[in-house]
């Protein structure tokens, strides 16, 4: 599906085009005063109840054309704004909508002499209008607090001074300056030594993440401290904030396969039901012998207002719709409805191990020293490493340990070995086992059954001990397994590009059963694909959405980690966790199973109470206060019962 670039200056957080739930209502009451919003509905509740104590104090005086205009008056303040969308709506060629079908029930109240209750139909209604507007409102407002964070403009450094402009104006490589507690407008490369940046609005998370120099920033998160400054490295449009909000704007067209058998039986069902009501009102005059057509027309204008699929409508995108922004909320984006739902029937789980599970970085698991304290071993070690640039060099040096006394001296490399040279007139090795076999140094047998990355030490001819440096493990991993499984996630399968050996040694640790390691994309494609030939199976895949990208695009649900900075996780990915942490997956499917159950708890309860009261219409034991019940009352209930997903805690 091609996307619709959108231009961000001109989203309006209210943006109804944006936000609309697509369901032919209208809730967006911009930004009249709520007040002004509810005095139809006032003027018509108070001049109702009103109407209904003359009727029943004074109703020798309060008769004829008195209580015709008195009701009359009533009904306009609610009911004209209906009927003139109704008449708007049969214009554009859309004949059975809710308008029209309200405006026949209450105009045939009024014909029949039922006035009260012709404007009670229309006041109620109104006000479940008000109520469903409230509901949309408070679902769109994750969305709306995302469009609040868009930068406004950016302090870009020109010609020797600080120049306000908007961010679409800053090209790729200029320096911009940020103050504290400003947003940062476009993404780029710190430049400053180190900034505290809250980015709850791009992740979710409200703790501050303090970085240092030269590590990536970006747009929308607000800078905590110290001014700083930032070389942008990509343009406004292409921003992260950018593409977080096109997708989240995307993903409310995206219905799920509820909402649209919804949307298309809702648009059969109803004229079904206004023929039934035809029917009702005339089928019995040639059945019944004492047939008054009065009180079939009155049966009939209580099928139209049960008929009317208000609730089912509103009530099933809003469910969906509040899923979407409570997953956002919590640093989760659904590109659509349709994942929400595809997210409840997964049960087989294909990760990928760097980056998902471990950190992606090297740290020293163990040192094991032999003859030598420790603290003075690991001195002779960094002395040696300290000129290397290797990712293994990098994370020794990361060891606490001042060593001003040890410096190496005469170091040579030898290839595909290690490092040669002499600190303190002591002649240090570090390396592999070849390099130790190969000076003729014994090595102790332990290190045969050691899978992870190990450097080796021998200092004057004698093995000194050794480190093992391996990829750490997330805080969240093992967590995260153990609630997948008890989330009725059958199988859980680990899939690495790393060794096999150090693939299984991470699967044992998170006890995961299945793992393999040495594949290639390719590889992981394959896998996934043979498990997706059992139609049982439902795969998602969780992987970084760089390299994983061919896996994301064929699983049932492709997930991508961390995929904040990554172009092709949000292209290629349905489901992105914007932070680094796969605890967030149980989340997502927690999520998306409270979202489905109050949606079909919305449809048992709409179409559940609409038969009752359709068959109690029919047969004469319904008033049109039961029709307005099952309509607004049930419509009501279901908005309730969707707006709850926004106060759930998972």
């Known amino acids: 599906m091609k996307k619709k670039k959108v231009n961000l200056r001109d989203i309006k957080p209210n943006s109804e085009e944006q936000h609309s739930l697509d369901d032919g209502h209208n809730h967006d009451h911009g930004n009249t005063s709520a007040l002004k919003v509810y005095i139809p509905a006032i003027t018509s509740f108070t001049m109702l109840i009103i109407g209904i104590m003359l009727d029943y104090f004074v109703s020798t005086l309060f008769k004829d ?3 015709i205009v008195w009701y009359g008056i009533a009904y306009l303040p609610v009911g004209f704004p209906v009927v003139k969308e109704g008449y708007k709506s049969i214009k554009r060629g859309d004949v059975f909508t809710e308008f029209f079908l309200m405006s026949i029930a209450t105009i045939g109240a009024f014909i029949i002499g039922e006035y009260p209750e012709g404007v009670a139909v229309m006041l109620f209604y109104a006000v479940g209008e008000l109520f469903q507007g409230a509901a949309v409102k408070k679902a769109k407002g994750n969305i709306k607090a995302l469009l609040d964070v ?182 989760i984006l659904f590109k659509g409805a349709s994942f929400l739902d595809a997210m409840t029937k997964i049960n087989t789980l294909v990760m990928d191990k760097t980056g998902t599970v471990t950190r992606g970085v090297f740290k020293i698991k163990e040192i094991k020293a032999i003859g030598w304290d420790e603290s003075e071993f690991m001195k002779y070690l960094m002395a040696m490493e300290e000129q290397s640039t290797h990712p293994i060099a990098k994370a020794i040096m990361k060891y606490k340990e001042n060593g001003d006394n040890f410096e190496a001296k005469e170091v040579s490399e030898i290839a595909g070995k290690g490092l040669k040279g002499t600190i303190n007139g ?79 040694q991470v699967a044992k640790e998170l006890n995961i059963e299945n793992a393999k390691g040495g594949l290639l994309p390719e590889g992981k494609l394959n896998e996934v694909e043979m498990l997706k030939q059992n139609p049982e199976n439902k795969v998602a895949f969780i992987g970084d959405g760089i390299n994983d990208a061919p896996v994301l695009a064929a699983s049932n649900v492709g997930i991508a980690m ?53 068959i109690l219409g029919a047969g004469g034991l319904a008033t049109m206060w039961e029709a307005v019940f099952a309509d607004v009352g049930v419509a009501l209930l279901a908005i309730l019962n969707a707006v709850r997903l926004q106060r759930l805690q998972w």
């Open 562 to 614: 961390g995929g904040l900075g990554s172009d092709v996780a949000i292209e290629t990915a349905d489901v992105i966790i914007q932070t680094d942490q796969p605890s967030k997956v149980v989340r997502a499917i927690k999520i998306s199973r409270s979202t489905r159950k109050i949606v079909w708890q919305n449809i048992i309860l709409a179409f559940g109470v609409k038969v009752i009261v359709l």
């Open 150 to 331: 868009r930068p406004k403009e950016a302090i870009v450094s020109r010609n020797g001074d600080y120049k306000s402009v908007p961010p679409e104006d800053v090209n790729i490589g200029e320096k911009i300056q940020i103050r504290v507690g400003e947003k940062i407008p476009l993404d780029g490369v710190l430049l400053s030594k180190k900034a505290s940046l809250n980015t709850a609005a791009l992740t979710g998370e409200s703790k501050p993440d303090s970085i240092l120099k030269e590590a990536k920033v970006y747009a929308g998160s607000i800078n905590l401290e110290s001014v700083i400054e930032v070389e942008v490295t990509s343009k406004f449009e292409d921003s992260s904030i950018a593409r977080i909000l096109d997708l989240v704007q995307n993903a409310t067209a995206r219905k799920s396969k509820t909402e649209l058998f919804i949307r298309q039986f809702a648009r059969i069902y109803t004229p079904i039901v206004v023929f039934l009501a035809i029917g009702v009102t005339f089928l019995p005059y040639f059945f019944i012998d004492d047939y008054v057509f009065r009180d079939w027309l009155y049966r009939a204008l209580i099928f139209l207002v049960i008929s009317c699929p208000c609730a089912l409508v509103i009530s099933i995108p809003l469910g969906y719709f509040g899923g979407l922004g409570a997953a956002s909320k919590n640093g």
């Open 426 to 504: 002591k002649t240090v090795l570090v390396g592999n086992k070849a390099l130790m076999m190969a000076n003729a140094i014994e090595v102790p047998k332990e290190t045969e059954s050691i899978v992870e990355s190990i450097v080796l030490v021998a200092i004057d001819n004698l093995f000194a001990g050794y480190v093992v440096i391996a990829d750490e493990l997330k805080e969240d991993a093992k967590e995260t397994i153990t609630e997948l499984q008890k989330a009725g996630v059958k199988h859980i399968i680990m899939l690495s590009g790393d060794k096999d050996s150090i693939t299984q």
């Open 65 to 67: 054309w008195l209580r």
